[in-house]
């Protein structure tokens, strides 16, 4: 799709006039209109408002002409709702959300990455040594690990992380065993609906949010597991049934 047919499309999805329009990225209204007829382009800094403005990658308002991969963990990007965003809500179109969020970043060990990624590609024509061989060859080519000493926090995210696990530790939910590691994970995946004793249900969760989480077997055994959630402000731990059924919230706690 070429660019003034996104830009068209953009502006009736929102049911906007092309005046409407024009003041919302503060531009003329026969700007917008040379866009729609083709004659002209936005600019660098227009495309950035325009991307912000109406949560549409920079990409995806140029008509894809990139095929984006993330460059920390190498999965494509072919959908606005995986790439990641930074801390002021702009895309990030570098990353996805699982390794980039909130302008920082999720992983600094690659062994750790390669864990995480290889237990979903196993199935998807991979063994699971076919899945650990290839993304060992393939991440060490991507831009973040091939500037981590540039691009790295020197640790801090990784420190945070240490102290969360610590904490959720330090509760002694009766049942859940000790956690060892936390996984960025996306809202939209891991927010579950809560029943009240009120009656009334309940989600914490936002779905375009990154946060740090892992799920743990019971202690107890039987089929119900024990779900971690955190991040700066919160910690959470629930229980579920397979594929999240029949969600019970076990600690919501404010940090």
């Not at 072919?78 to 895309?91: L, M, N, P, Q």
């Not at 989600?203 to 019971?218: A, C, I, P, R």
């Amino acid at each position: 799709m070429e660019i003034k047919d996104v830009l068209k499309n953009l502006r009736e999805s929102h049911h906007l006039t092309q005046e409407q329009m024009a003041e919302r990225v503060m531009v003329s209204r026969q700007a917008v209109s040379r866009w729609e007829n083709g004659e002209t382009q936005p600019g660098t800094d227009t495309l950035k408002i325009l991307s912000k403005e109406f949560d549409v990658s920079i990409n995806t308002l140029l008509g894809s002409p990139r095929q984006l991969v993330c460059q920390c963990c190498g999965m494509p990007l072919g959908e606005d709702a995986v790439i990641s965003k930074e801390a002021d809500g702009s895309f990030n179109e570098d990353y996805c959300k699982w390794c980039y969020a909130d302008g920082a970043y999720t992983y600094d060990d690659m062994d750790e990455l390669i864990d995480v990624c290889v237990g979903h590609m196993v199935g998807e024509n991979f063994t699971e040594e076919q899945a650990r061989a290839y993304m060992k060859q393939m991440l060490p080519g991507l831009d973040y690990w091939k500037r981590y000493e540039e691009l790295s926090d020197g640790g801090q995210f990784a420190a945070f992380k240490k102290q969360l696990i610590a904490e959720i530790n330090d509760l002694h939910i009766e049942g859940l065993p000790k956690v060892e590691k936390l996984n960025a994970l996306v809202g939209k995946y891991v927010n579950l609906e809560y029943r009240l004793p009120n009656g009334a249900s309940v989600k914490f969760l936002n779905d375009g949010t990154t946060y740090l989480g892992n799920q743990l077997e019971s202690e107890f055994g039987g089929e119900r597991c024990f779900g971690v959630l955190a991040n700066m402000d919160f910690i959470l731990i629930c229980t579920y049934g397979k594929d999240g059924a029949d969600p019970e919230l076990v600690l919501y706690k404010k940090r």
